[in-house]
């Protein structure tokens, strides 16, 4: 008998759930979502072991991860029970337990733990500033040094092992027979979705889907990149003028794109748009001044005004100290990577249950 948690829906609606309670299970959700088919019936699965409390079950599965949230399930739900949220929070609640921290959930569900840790990398931050250890250039140099090892230190303290507990819940439980095999030629699918997020062009063909299809790829692409320019080109620190434009070009990507990204949550002109937790507004909002703030440094190198104006590199990485340490382990950033590996693990499922070899 499965176990059933009787406090879920309080604990659901901490993570962004609206009014999933309304549900009366007559399957509209399910009828016009473009991405269900027998095998994947959601959201209307996901909406009933969310009602009856079965977040075990929840837990194992990888499908809140496969739906893109394009809306149409919200849209048409004649209880206005908002389906789509539900897979939304589903997705935070998720992230929650694949981290061993503990610290996901309570940066979920607490915006003033949220707050309070942002306030604690800024003192930090300023603090080791003006404690006179280091000169402007020397500041920058640990700077640098920061991000590769937030880069790897994140990665392997936290991302990793959290990965493996995401396998364990999903896979490992189900005692699903895959071998390396399976393993090795689902790896196309991981990356394929992890860079191109293709999956979401099959949720309808209206233009503003595509749009949005588009945005997300060139940020992907834009983010890796100037990720790459910065940290193992050292753009700061360079004198090539090829490695300048592109960190040039990468940066305004990212702000272009996330300043569109915010005027439309801004606007709620659509159903992806309507419901944001607050989570949601860090993210697009430090992406955006992550682009920004590192064009503008990167101006005033060239134009020998930094000496004057050190505060713009000030900002700069205190807004990645925070992108690096909050927002990427314990945010909404966790999209992206549990999102592929979700892809990923279901195509593993697939081969290892029909067999292929």
Not at 95 to 123: E, K
Not at 188 to 206: S, V, Y
Request: charge should be positive; aromatic fraction near 18%; glycine fraction near 6%.
């Amino acid at each position: 008998m499965a176990k059933v948690d009787l406090t879920f829906g309080k604990k659901l609606k901490k993570y962004g759930a609206i009014d999933f309670n309304a549900c009366y299970n007559c399957g509209t959700c399910t009828a016009v979502c473009a991405l269900s088919t027998e095998m994947d019936s959601f959201p209307r699965e996901m909406i009933r072991l969310s009602v009856t409390g079965q977040s075990e079950d929840i837990k194992a599965s990888l499908k809140p991860w496969l739906c893109y949230y394009c809306g149409e399930c919200t849209t048409y739900c004649p209880q206005e029970a908002k389906p789509g949220e539900l897979m939304m929070s589903l997705r935070r609640y998720l992230i929650s337990r694949y981290d061993w921290t503990g610290l996901s959930s309570i940066f979920y569900q607490n915006l003033t733990a949220y707050i309070i840790a942002f306030l604690l990398v800024i003192i930090a931050v300023v603090g080791i500033f003006l404690s006179g250890t280091f000169s402007k250039e020397s500041f920058m140099h640990l700077g640098h040094y920061f991000e590769m090892i937030a880069i790897g230190g994140v990665f392997l303290i936290i991302l990793l092992p959290n990965l493996i507990r995401m396998w364990r819940f999903t896979l490992l439980s189900k005692n699903i027979n895959a071998n390396i095999k399976h393993y090795w030629i689902a790896l196309k699918d991981l990356f394929t979705h992890m860079f191109t997020q293709k999956r979401t062009l099959a949720c309808n063909d209206e233009k503003d889907n595509k749009v949005w299809w588009f945005e997300h790829f060139i940020l992907v692409i834009g983010y890796l990149s100037l990720l790459f320019t910065t940290v193992f080109l050292n753009w700061f620190g360079t004198k090539s003028l090829v490695v300048i434009s592109m960190g040039y070009l990468f940066s305004a990507i990212i702000f272009v794109v996330t300043f569109d990204f915010i005027l439309r949550r801004v606007k709620k002109d659509s159903t992806k748009t309507t419901f944001s937790h607050f989570t949601d507004w860090f993210f697009v909002i430090w992406l955006f001044l992550m682009g920004l703030s590192a064009f503008t440094v990167r101006l005033f190198l060239d134009f020998n005004l930094l000496e004057r104006y050190f505060w713009a590199y000030l900002i700069h990485i205190t807004v990645l100290a925070q992108w690096a340490l909050i927002i990427v382990p314990f945010g909404k950033w966790m999209h992206f990577l549990y999102r592929s590996f979700a892809m990923y693990f279901d195509k593993i499922a697939k081969l290892a249950k029909t067999g292929q070899h």
